[in-house]
């Protein structure tokens, strides 16, 4: 053997050693998308782990935070780093469901629990062998789809145009849209989709009018949730329009103005933690991370997305004891048992909701994980 | 589809094809005279658009600090380079010149309070954004196409993707990852029969068949423009004719920026502008810069509100495909070009 190939063969030995920190240190692998299109996601998200705690049952817990640039190669690389290098115990990510679905993998491959902060149900449906290792912190689409067409029941709604996204999002809302609205006996009259970064939408707003729907539901994240709802005003539209929770940032507000008043949709209940209801089992929960976030980054600068990455901590750090009564972290052991602690939450309260897992419901969120909000004077106000 | 749909689609499509012609100019402006196919256009709309906004909202936007940046970069370089050749009488124009409007609008936002930056007249404020935005140009193409003037389009191209990622990514750092809209210039509507005009719609017709004029003026009425006119004919004979090449390459980048910031700030108000918005916008550019063969402007201008046109309607008849109609345009146009005109092979060294 050479020297050159002894060294060769000594250095990773050498570099691993000093890598691995004492056996007690929890490590907690984080991929999320803090640039690229879904960087309004990945930024609260990257604050909220910041906010986590970093002692749970006496045991120091490292975050190792990684950004995935919304690309889910990258994601990919990102997992297999934090579980080859950090010898990570479990990974939160990562922000959007693509990304999310391509870590699932090498989660599985390397039997790590891994806790997706993305929308999309098909996460963690339909329960494989897979998905046995995979939680999801943020409620699923159907979760809030649902609130929306009871609250069109409610209101007399019978036809509804939708325009949305013309990618996984907006084609994933009018899916789960479509599918329970039409139980309802609701009528979808026009689907129109426009892209992201559009400048004008009137074409597909002008087809919208000439359906005459009783209400419009856009399908959209964030700020480019504006430009429908303020074209269609603009058009001189009068219904209602319901917007879905992937708007629920300051950011929207304020780009939207006096465009966005009126708007209704469905909010994890942190959004509005301050007009819960005392008897409400989620507020002292939300209203916790509410101002944690805001004493740090601001008064409003709340949005749901960080709430999902502190929910994930939240199912963490109540896994945690639990697991190391098993087993010592840093062994596939501890990976198992901080699964199976996490797969047996039982009424956890959390920013969003009251997580309820179970061997078939990863995600655990119930009715109680959303409300319906509508945009009064600039902020949120809950229907009651 | 009645009349009223028929017109309130086509002057949805004229209001965004008159953008697409602006930066379509641009594109074939800075090709001609460069060789370079500037993908990077799109980002000065979205600077100009964000800088704006950062105004508006009286903060210092980031933008400036690249400016200054650059402009000492090219203060260090050219300087060093003058020191050698000991022209030291050289020294205060480069200085001056890269650096002192940057230095200046820092100081002067900077030293104004927040509510008194986002209280400033609108005109001033506009003219602050552009006083930023198009020394960007100018010093961009010191720094980034200078050194490899003489190198093949391919080169050039690869650099200018390089550039475009680059300005993407600082665009993140300065502005964040959310959408702003600005304030219009004026609010209202003109009613015309059954059409109902923005105020905004106008401004940006007549601000873009105004910079047209102005552009056009310029390339036939004044020096400088004879000399874009005359490096875009032939580089070597206008060097031969004692035109600095690297004076015309500064200047169609200053223009190029002054066009994509004024685009920019033109848009801002009818819809949310992100840090990437630009690339979309100056790639719709593109295609009717294409159309107009990368050579021609008033091909490429109507190319460009065709684009516009085009995609207004497609967005009523099949929003989904939007976009695929739009682009897949630019097969046809190519076939006839490649048909029609004269292919001749560019001389690689």
Same mark, same amino acid.
């Given at each position: 053997m050479s020297r050159k190939t002894l060294i060769a063969a000594l250095l990773p030995l050498a570099t691993g050693l000093a890598a691995v920190p004492a056996w007690a240190d929890i490590n907690v692998g984080v991929s999320l998308a803090a640039t690229g299109p879904a960087a309004s996601l990945g930024i609260p998200e990257k604050n909220s782990i910041a906010l986590l705690p970093t002692t749970v049952a006496g045991q120091k817990v490292n975050y190792i935070v990684l950004d995935d640039a919304t690309d889910s190669t990258t994601a990919v690389k990102n997992i297999k780093k934090l579980i080859s290098e950090n010898k990570v115990d479990l990974v939160i990510g990562s922000s959007t469901t693509p990304s999310s679905l391509a870590m699932m993998d090498v989660a599985v491959e390397n039997e790590t629990p891994m806790i997706s902060m993305a929308g999309s149900a098909i996460v963690v449906e339909p329960m494989d062998a897979k998905r046995h290792w995979v939680f999801k912190s943020a409620q699923n689409d159907a979760h809030m789809a649902t609130a929306i067409v009871e609250h069109m029941t409610n209101n007399n709604v019978h036809s509804v145009a939708f325009i949305g996204f013309?990618? #996984?999002?907006?084609?994933?809302?009018? $899916?789960?849209?479509? $599918?329970?609205?039409? #139980?309802? *006996?609701?009528?979808?009259?026009?689907?129109?989709?426009?892209?992201?970064?559009?400048?004008?939408?009137?074409?597909?707003?002008?087809?919208?009018?000439?359906?005459?729907?009783?209400?419009?539901?856009?399908?959209? =994240?964030?700020?480019?949730?504006?430009?429908?709802?303020?074209?269609?005003?603009?058009?001189?539209?009068?219904?209602?329009?319901?917007?879905?929770?992937?708007? #629920?940032? =300051?950011?929207?507000?304020?780009?939207?103005?006096?465009?966005?008043?009126?708007?209704?949709?469905?909010?994890?209940?942190?959004?509005? #933690?301050?007009?819960?209801?005392? !008897?409400?089992?989620? *507020? *002292?929960?939300?209203?916790?991370?509410?101002?944690?976030?805001?004493?740090?980054?601001?008064?409003?600068?709340?949005?749901?997305?960080?709430?999902?990455?502190? !929910?994930?901590?939240?199912?963490?750090?109540?896994?945690?004891?639990? =697991?190391?009564?098993?087993?010592?972290?840093?062994? $596939?052991?501890?990976?198992?048992?901080?699964?199976?602690?996490?797969?047996?939450?039982?009424?956890l309260p959390a920013a969003h909701g009251i997580f309820n897992m179970t061997p078939q419901d990863h995600q655990g969120f119930d009715q109680r994980a959303r409300v319906m909000v509508k945009v009064e004077n600039g902020t949120w106000k809950l229907i009651k | 589809m009645d009349l009223q749909i028929l017109l309130l689609l086509g002057q949805d499509g004229l209001t965004n094809g008159a953008i697409y012609a602006l930066l379509a100019l641009a594109l074939v402006l800075v090709f001609a005279v460069t060789r370079v196919i500037f993908l990077p256009q799109g980002e000065f709309v979205a600077y100009g658009a964000l800088t704006l906004a950062a105004i508006q909202a009286g903060k210092l936007p980031g933008t400036v600090w690249l400016a200054v940046i650059l402009g000492i970069a090219v203060v260090l370089i050219d300087g060093g380079l003058a020191l050698k050749s000991g022209n030291l009488k050289r020294l205060p124009r480069i200085v001056l010149g890269n650096l002192g409007l940057p230095l200046v609008l820092l100081g002067l936002i900077s030293g104004l309070e927040a509510e008194a930056l986002a209280a400033l007249a609108l005109p001033l404020q506009i003219l602050l954004t552009?006083?930023?935005?198009?020394?960007?140009?100018?010093?961009?193409?010191?720094?980034?196409?200078?050194?490899?003037?003489?190198?093949?389009?391919?080169?050039?191209?690869? /650099?200018?993707?390089?550039?475009?990622?680059?300005?993407?990514?600082?665009?993140?750092?300065?502005?964040?990852?959310? %959408?702003?809209?600005?304030?219009?210039?004026?609010?209202?509507?003109?009613?015309?029969?059954?059409?109902?005009?923005?105020?905004?719609?106008?401004?940006?017709?007549?601000?873009?068949?105004?910079?047209?004029?102005?552009?056009?003026?310029?390339?036939?009425?004044?020096?400088?423009?004879?000399?874009?006119?005359?490096?875009?004919?032939?580089?070597? %004979?206008?060097?031969?004719?004692?035109?600095?090449?690297?004076?015309?390459?500064?200047?169609?980048?200053?223009?190029?920026?002054?066009?994509?910031?004024?685009? &920019?700030?033109? /848009?801002? @108000?009818?819809?949310?502008?992100?840090?990437?918005? %630009?690339?979309?916008?100056?790639?719709? &550019?593109?295609?009717?810069?294409?159309?107009?063969?990368?050579?021609?402007? @008033?091909?490429?201008?109507?190319?460009?509100?065709? /684009?516009?046109?085009?995609?207004?309607?497609?967005?009523?008849?099949?929003?989904?495909?939007?976009?695929?109609?739009?682009?897949?345009?630019?097969?046809p146009v190519l076939v006839w070009r490649s048909l029609t005109s004269h292919h001749v092979e560019e001389e690689e060294e």
């Open positions: 013309a990618d #996984a999002y907006g084609q994933g809302w009018f $899916k789960e849209f479509a $599918k329970i609205a039409e #139980a309802r *006996k609701i009528k979808i009259v026009a689907n129109e989709s426009y892209q992201r970064n559009d400048t004008s939408v009137t074409g597909q707003t002008l087809k919208i009018l000439a359906a005459k729907p009783d209400a419009v539901l856009v399908g959209a =994240a964030g700020t480019p949730a504006v430009l429908p709802q303020k074209t269609l005003k603009e058009k001189g539209y009068k219904g209602a329009i319901y917007q879905t929770h992937g708007v #629920a940032n =300051a950011d929207f507000l304020r780009v939207g103005g006096k465009d966005v008043e009126g708007a209704l949709l469905p909010v994890g209940p942190m959004m509005v #933690a301050e007009q819960l209801p005392n !008897d409400n089992p989620v *507020k *002292k929960s939300a209203l916790e991370y509410v101002k944690k976030y805001e004493g740090v980054h601001g008064k409003g600068s709340i949005s749901s997305f960080g709430g999902h990455a502190w !929910d994930a901590g939240v199912l963490l750090s109540n896994a945690i004891p639990a =697991a190391l009564k098993k087993a010592q972290p840093g062994t $596939k052991e501890f990976r198992k048992a901080l699964r199976d602690a996490i797969e047996g939450s039982k009424n | 552009l006083g930023i935005v198009v020394p960007l140009g100018p010093l961009l193409y010191r720094l980034v196409f200078q050194p490899i003037a003489e190198a093949s389009s391919l080169v050039l191209l690869i /650099v200018a993707v390089a550039l475009h990622m680059t300005l993407i990514g600082l665009g993140l750092v300065f502005f964040g990852a959310e %959408g702003f809209r600005t304030q219009p210039f004026s609010d209202g509507a003109l009613e015309i029969g059954p059409l109902l005009l923005q105020h905004q719609t106008l401004w940006i017709l007549f601000a873009s068949a105004a910079l047209i004029a102005v552009l056009y003026v310029l390339f036939e009425r004044t020096v400088y423009g004879k000399a874009l006119r005359a490096t875009a004919l032939n580089r070597t %004979g206008a060097r031969l004719m004692g035109i600095s090449t690297t004076m015309a390459g500064k200047l169609s980048l200053g223009l190029a920026a002054f066009i994509g910031a004024l685009s &920019g700030v033109l /848009v801002s @108000p009818m819809t949310t502008l992100y840090y990437d918005s %630009g690339f979309l916008i100056g790639l719709k &550019g593109f295609v009717g810069a294409i159309i107009g063969g990368l050579a021609s402007y @008033p091909v490429a201008a109507l190319g460009a509100v065709l /684009v516009g046109l085009l995609e207004s309607y497609s967005s009523f008849y099949a929003s989904a495909f939007k976009e695929v109609i739009v682009f897949t345009l630019i097969i």
